[in-house]
C-alpha cells in the first residue's frame, strides 16, 4: 500500500461545477500536511496547507481528518484556469524529517 | 529573485555517462531537496540538506550523490547514468530549517529532464 494515495482521475468537470479530491495517508504519525498544485510540464506550487481545524482560501477549502487519516480538497465554481494536477503531500519529522507526495489527481474544467 | 534555479534544463546520457544537476537558490533558504518524477508517481525525494556542508538521504538515493558546499547550491550526480534514472528531476528549497521542517512550504525549480540511453 501507498504511503499517500490519490484518486489518480482524471476529473472532467463543466466551468462553474464543485469538485472535490480526497488523499489518504497511512502513516498516523504524519504532522503537516499540503495541496499543491501542478501544471502540465511545470514545477508543483504550494496551493495551501491544511490544518486540523480547515481551512478555505476563497474557492479553495482544505479539510483534515485525523480519524480516519484523509485530507480532503474543495474547489467551488471551477475556473478553466483550475485545470492542473492536485498532489496531496505529507510530512513527518519523527524519526527523522519524511516527505511524501501523492502521485496526484488530473482535473480537467471544460467550457 | 529568480528564486529556485535548475541547470540543464534537459539532458540526453547514454549508460554509464556521469553528469551533475545544478540547483541554484538566491533565497538565503536553508532547507534544500532534489526530488524524481516518473510517471504515474509522486515526486519521491532522493537526496536532502538541511544546511551548507550538510547531506542526507531520502527516499530514493541509490545512484545518486550530493553536495552543499555553498547554502546558496546543491548539486546532484550521477556517476555512472542508468537507463532507469530517466526522469523528471525536480530541486526545491524551503526557508526556515529549524525544528520544523515538515511545516515549510518547498519553491521549486523548474525541473531538468533527463533521459538516459
Known amino acids: 500500500r501507498k504511503e499517500v494515495e490519490q484518486d489518480p482521475g482524471p476529473f472532467n468537470v463543466p466551468e462553474g461545477a464543485t469538485v472535490a479530491f480526497n488523499c489518504t495517508y497511512s502513516?498516523?504519525?504524519?504532522?503537516?500536511f499540503f495541496w499543491y498544485r501542478q501544471d502540465c510540464r511545470k514545477e508543483p506550487k504550494l496551493l495551501m496547507s491544511?490544518?486540523?481545524s480547515g481551512n478555505e482560501d476563497g474557492r479553495f477549502t482544505a479539510q483534515l481528518n485525523r480519524a480516519s487519516q484523509y485530507i480532503s480538497l474543495l474547489i467551488r465554481d471551477s475556473k478553466l484556469s483550475d485545470s492542473a494536477t492536485y498532489l496531496c503531500?505529507?510530512?513527518?519529522?519523527?524519526?527523522?524529517?519524511?516527505?511524501?507526495f501523492g502521485a496526484g489527481t488530473r482535473l480537467f474544467v471544460k467550457a | 529573485n529568480a528564486g529556485v534555479t535548475q541547470t540543464p534544463k534537459f539532458r540526453v546520457l547514454k549508460t554509464g555517462q556521469s553528469m551533475t544537476l545544478l540547483c541554484a537558490q538566491d533565497?538565503?533558504?536553508?532547507?534544500m531537496y532534489w526530488y524524481r518524477q516518473d510517471p504515474g508517481m509522486g515526486l519521491r525525494l532522493i537526496h536532502y540538506?538541511?544546511?551548507?556542508?550538510?547531506?542526507a538521504k531520502g527516499e530514493v538515493p541509490d545512484g545518486y550523490n550530493v553536495s552543499r558546499l555553498k547554502k546558496q547550491n546543491f548539486l546532484l550526480g550521477l556517476e555512472s547514468a542508468a537507463p532507469s534514472q530517466t526522469s523528471v528531476y525536480f530541486c526545491?528549497?524551503?526557508?526556515?530549517?529549524?525544528?520544523?521542517?515538515?511545516?515549510?512550504?518547498?519553491?521549486f525549480g523548474p525541473g531538468t529532464r533527463l533521459l538516459v540511453l
Open positions: 503531500v505529507v510530512n513527518t519529522n519523527t524519526g527523522g524529517f519524511k516527505t511524501i
Open positions: 540538506s538541511v544546511g551548507e556542508g550538510t547531506t
Open positions: 502513516n498516523s504519525a504524519s504532522q503537516s
Open positions: 526545491a528549497s524551503s526557508p526556515q530549517g529549524l525544528a520544523t521542517p515538515h511545516q515549510e512550504t518547498q519553491y
Open positions: 533565497m538565503n533558504h536553508e532547507y
Open positions: 491544511v490544518y486540523s
